[in-house]
């Protein structure tokens, strides 16, 4: 018998409510278009759903967290809109454990719909933090439904996010589940937040899984990766983007599928009522929407792996607030683009929505080298598991040319700092902010009470308009 079904994906929402300027590539050159937008992504899949029976719809993490409303209503402000958005089920992504595990169960607990991870446990019991999966009874079949999420966080994130929660790759309990439902379902998908490489090794590894909705890393895949009858699919990010894949199903086998990763582009139809709680969510910021903080000469964006203006402008602030050598900023991947011109309050908190306490630490040379060789492991290990997600670590004050396939601790070809070569045994001061950067030297730390954005606020007040010169500072080789 054959069966039909048309699955919708987005992730890495990152809290883009609205349209806003999205970064695409143009040849060798970076332009913005604008896209986005929850209303639209609603008004598309449920028009949908009104013509077909087997839709599907599922969010693949990082949803509350972001923006400034998010931010500041620790995710509430969402919950009204995605009640709105016809949901069937929503995977956590790392960033959603960040008001603690306390404020996110008290979140889904408001979704209507399930949220799903079979890899997330309680301390104290080891009983899953959520459930782990389900099998959706569709018209004339039924879809088993895995859930999993960063198994990173711990290593990666602030230890607030993981305060009496454990976590894990989720290999095994994938494994498990996929082998106790398989003669049940139709169709097996895995709904995770692991990151692309991370997903292409686990569909090698647990066979039986159908497709995957890959999510963390914001690739925008446009061609399922078929991974021995696996289909690995992932949807960009910033809620500027949505990915359809539409399946026939005979036998338990797909036998046909078409893939769309459908750009939502700003003359796409809203969904009205959507629109409205979008707006209702943005008004109490209208301050800070309109309050230009200072101006920028260059393009904003994280959307290259070395080196990327927006970060710039993050460490070349802090390096000037502060008597130090070098400044650090984490490889962060949320935050949409921002076209040269006036940058807002509202701008700087989808920049650095964490807005953290700046500090100084005095770290000799050779364990700032270990720090970059450890951080080059997290980007390019050779064995995906090991990869950590991110991008390579943000900097100012500091150049490196590297080999990026070189073994673990070799990477690095040459490195300087303030244009001199580095001496493992002298003594450097660094700046950065918040927990996330440097988590190896946290008890070294001098935390003070000036924080990210109003650092940057005077530095575009002090120094005029940001403008990146010159070439980068850190380079493959």
Known sequence: MTKKITIFQQNDTHGCLDAHDEFYWQGNDPVLKRAGGLARISKYVKDVKKQHKNVLFF????????????????????????????????????????????????????????????????????????????????????????????????????????????????????????????DKVDLIIVVSHLGLPLDVKLASIVKGIDVILSGHSHDRVISPIDVEGTLVVQAGSNAAFLGRLDLTVEGGCITHYDYKLIDIHEHMQEDPHVADLVQAALEPFSKEINEIAGVTNTL??????????????ITDAYLHSSDCH???????????????????????????????????????????????????????SADPFKQKGGYILRSSGLSMTYKPYNPKGYRIQTLHVGGKELDDHATYKVAGGGGQVLKESEKDKSYFVHQAIDVICSFLKEKGPFELRGSNQIISV
């Open 59 to 182: 969010d693949g993490g990082d949803l509350f967290h972001g923006t400034l409303p998010l931010v500041k209503s620790q995710g509430e402000a969402l919950i009204p809109i995605l009640k709105e958005m016809e949901l069937d089920g929503f995977v956590p992504g790392n960033w959603d454990f960040a008001y603690g595990k306390k404020q996110l169960k008290k979140l889904v607990g408001k979704l209507p719909c399930l949220t799903l991870a079979c890899n997330v446990f309680e301390d104290d019991t080891q009983e899953p933090f959520v459930t782990p999966s389900k099998i959706y009874e569709m018209a004339g079949m039924n879809v088993g439904v895995i859930g999993l999420t960063y198994g990173h966080e711990k290593e990666t994130m602030p230890e607030s996010f993981t305060e009496g929660l454990s976590f894990t790759l989720g290999v095994e309990e994938v494994s498990g589940i996929v082998e106790a439902i398989q």
């Open 300 to 313: 904003l964006h994280r959307m290259s792996l070395e080196q990327a203006p927006m970060d710039k402008l």
């Open 326 to 380: 070098i400044a650090f900023s984490h490889g962060w991947r949320y935050g949409p683009p921002m076209a040269a011109g006036p940058l807002s309050i509202f701008d700087l908190y989808s920049i650095i929505p964490t807005n953290p306490n700046l500090f100084t630490v005095e770290m000799e040379g050779q364990a700032l080298r270990k720090v970059l060789e450890n951080n080059l492991e997290m980007v390019f």
